[in-house]
């Protein structure tokens, strides 16, 4: 069964750089999407970003300027960082695998970043 | 951007009615759609894909339909496990999720 696994800081300060990092077990990172999806508090979910196992990425518009999601295959890891945050950045951030058809079938448990200093 | 627009946001329901929860897409996806599942504290499930296709282990009460800009999501009859909230999510372009359909009780 394959499992996701978010990890990193929960509380960043404004205009510091948010980095979090998803191991995969259970299975392997390679042939497939993982797809970072974050979620506000109380609000809906919005796509992030996401990266193919040989590193090819896509990116949210509205984020691009400040992101970077990268892979390493041989630790089964993706990892997201988010430059120059705000408190519009707190949100709960999950990992996600797509199925390689774009519907995602494996999730996170979620890992909640705050944004203050 | 594709844009997708859920309604109702909030649906009261009952144990054993069927509920019907709606999408629209600001442009054609074909069915290049997806319903998830979210519970409070908890990650989204996967319910239905390709519109209209169910996910694994999925009851057979939850089924998808529709292609193009409008799709639905129907529960056939409602079980106390079902109360959550629902969204659906393009892949046509990308990926956007609709704002969400929190299903409570009546």
């Known amino acids: 069964q394959v499992q996701l696994q978010e990890s990193g800081p929960g509380l960043v300060k404004p205009s510091e750089t948010l980095s979090l990092t998803c191991t995969v077990s259970?299975?392997?990172?390679?042939?497939?999407?993982w797809t970072w999806i974050r979620q506000a508090p109380g609000k809906g979910l919005e796509w992030i970003g996401f990266v193919y196992y040989t590193g090819t990425t896509s990116y949210n518009p509205s984020l691009k300027s400040r992101l970077t999601i990268s892979v390493d295959t041989s630790k089964n890891r993706v990892s997201l960082k988010l430059t120059t945050v705000t408190a519009a950045d707190t949100a709960i951030y999950y990992c996600?695998?797509?199925?390689?058809?774009?519907?995602?079938?494996?999730w996170g448990q979620g890992t909640l970043v705050t944004v203050s200093s | 951007d594709i844009q997708m627009t859920q309604s109702p946001s909030t649906l009261s329901a009952s144990i054993g009615d069927r509920v019907t929860i709606t999408c629209r897409a600001s442009?054609?996806?074909?069915?290049?759609l997806a319903w998830y599942q979210q519970k409070p504290g908890k990650a989204p499930k996967l319910l239905i894909y390709k519109a209209s296709s169910l996910e694994s282990g999925v009851p057979s009460r939850f089924s998808g339909s529709g292609s193009g800009t409008e799709f639905t999501l129907t529960i056939r009859s409602l079980q106390p496990d079902d109360f959550a909230t629902y969204y659906c999510q393009q892949y046509k372009r990308l990926w956007t999720f609709g704002q969400g359909t929190k299903v409570d009780i009546k």
């Open positions: 442009q054609s996806i074909s069915t290049w």
């Open positions: 996600a695998r797509d199925n390689q058809d774009g519907e995602l079938d494996y």
């Open positions: 259970g299975g392997s990172i390679n042939y497939y999407y």
